[in-house]
């Protein structure tokens, strides 16, 4: 395994330095006046490097990462999509950036303001009748969605609503949820076109079901043609249906969940309306409701009067704060602000865009690749690798190979239920250039499994760290450099 070359890190010389702190200007006191003595270190080994050997050493760094604004993320599931600049500048400007959660509420008016009106734009775009801005992520939104389904139940004194139903396509977090609000899980098959096998869920309906997690389109990028039946028949036992709104960039403008027969909602704001996301945030996940169980929804709230912006700190029948403060502002300024650069009309073209770039990657790549579900996609779909099993390579060997073109790898073995799956979303922001290029490199790569398997599994070669012992490296890893040995022995990362 080839790792990171020593000589990116030894950089210290004794003698040099790169800041020298000012003369104090109040008197010295003893450290242990200030801290326990088992916090104090009698000696601290810090490097000595020149201020433009530090620049230049975490700028070599920040290089070799990948990021959106470097090349393109074909990331199904995640709409890694290009942000618009104008967003940045809006979160930074000194009268959104210098706020303090703690201010009055005369002081904050144009703060709650826009998280007023962001609410009234989520339920338009979703069809729902009230909002709330508090969850920090899509998941966080599905916990916070499935603890209304339970207040409202609970409302009702109905204590045998004990299960939740999901689909055997939908995302990950969605049993997760369920469970960790205390329901029993109950996983729904796909049928032949992609969507609901409407006779399994006929045959797990019953006065015991709670409701019925949906992402629509789902994770093979298929809008499911049943989704008026299915909200009829998850209603006939007084279930609620829930929207996981992570796909919700194939369908803005054209459909709203809340015409389909939700409930309830979620929105991935870091997703569908750019905001960046990834390496644990920042992230925020409104939940939209329809007014029956508007009651339901965190507080505090944001309430308007006609002359001035309120917080309402008790709300009867609310499940109370599910996170700190208001919600993650910034995202939810990046957010208006790309919302109103677009408008209506804008909102329905990203849609459009995202689903004609996904479905022309689909058909030229259909040709060499496996596709398990040969239906028009919206934002993204769902290839398998499988075609390449005789000669030795796996889907895995494929994503390593990417790398080495310089593209980030897709989505891989995800959905479960596609064999060797490769997931793409191209988004509406990528040009037919860059698509193209992407093809191309997927073509070579099939021509490659076909012809050089040898290539795959040996790749990728070109990055920084070569190939890992991915079981290794995921329970064990270890991210410390050690001095003249690289990583430590028999560790799978660096």
Request: a neutral charge; hydrophobic letters at 40%.
């Amino acid at each position: 395994m080839k790792i990171l070359e020593p000589l990116l890190f030894e950089l210290s010389v004794d003698g040099r330095r790169g800041y020298t702190l000012p003369k104090l200007d109040i008197p010295e006191s003893d450290p242990a006046d200030l801290l326990p003595a088992t916090y104090i270190r009698k000696e601290l080994k810090l490097p000595s490097i020149s201020e433009i050997d530090c620049v230049r050493h975490f700028t070599r760094l920040s290089r070799l990462n990948y990021c959106v604004d470097v090349g393109f993320y074909p990331l199904g599931s995640c709409t890694m999509k290009y942000n618009p600049k104008i967003n940045e500048d809006m979160a930074r400007l000194p009268g959104f950036a210098n706020l303090h959660p703690y201010q009055s509420e005369g002081t904050v008016q144009g703060a709650l303001a826009l998280m007023h009106f962001l609410e009234h734009a989520i339920c338009e775009i979703t069809g729902m009748d009230a909002c709330t801005l508090q969850p920090a992520a899509g998941a966080h939104g599905e916990l916070t969605g499935l603890m209304i389904i339970k207040a409202y139940h609970d409302r009702k004194r109905n204590k045998t609503k004990t299960k939740i139903l999901i689909p055997d396509a939908g995302h990950g977090t969605n049993p997760a949820s369920a469970a960790l609000c205390g329901y029993q899980v109950v996983s729904l098959h796909t049928d032949a076109r992609g969507g609901v096998d409407l006779n399994d869920l006929r045959a797990h309906l019953a006065p015991d079901v709670a409701g019925l997690m949906l992402t629509n389109p789902n994770t093979l990028g298929l809008f499911d043609e049943n989704i008026e039946e299915i909200a009829r028949l998850v209603h006939s036992v007084d279930g609620l249906l829930y929207y996981d709104g992570a796909n919700l960039n194939a369908i803005m403008g054209w459909t709203r969940p809340g015409d389909m027969g939700f409930d309830v909602v979620h929105v991935n704001l870091h997703k569908t309306f750019s905001t960046p996301h990834g390496g644990g945030g920042p992230g925020s996940g409104p939940v939209g409701v329809k007014k029956h169980l508007a009651e339901f929804l965190p507080s505090p709230k944001v309430t308007f009067d006609g002359k001035k912006f309120k917080i309402v700190r008790k709300c009867k029948g609310s499940i109370g704060p599910v996170r700190s403060f208001l919600g993650s502002f910034g995202v939810l300024v990046r957010a208006w602000t790309y919302i109103v650069s677009l408008g209506g009309a804008g909102l329905k073209d990203v849609s459009s865009h995202a689903v004609l770039n996904a479905n022309y990657m689909m058909r030229r790549l259909q040709k060499r690749y496996a596709l398990p579900y040969d239906r028009h996609c919206k934002h993204e779909f769902v290839l398998s690798g499988k075609p390449f099993a005789e000669k030795g390579v796996k889907t895995l060997d494929i994503a390593k190979r990417l790398l080495d073109e310089g593209f980030h790898a897709p989505t891989i073995y995800f959905p479960l239920i596609v064999e060797e799956a490769i997931m793409i979303e191209p988004t509406e922001t990528e040009s037919k250039r860059t698509m193209d290029e992407f093809i191309e490199v997927m073509l070579r790569i099939a021509d490659e499994a076909v012809n050089t398997p040898e290539k795959l599994k040996a790749a990728p070669i070109k990055t920084p760290v070569g190939r890992l012992d991915e079981a290794t490296a995921a329970r064990k890893p270890d991210l410390n450099y050690f001095k003249g040995r690289g990583s430590p022995p028999g560790n799978a990362s660096v």
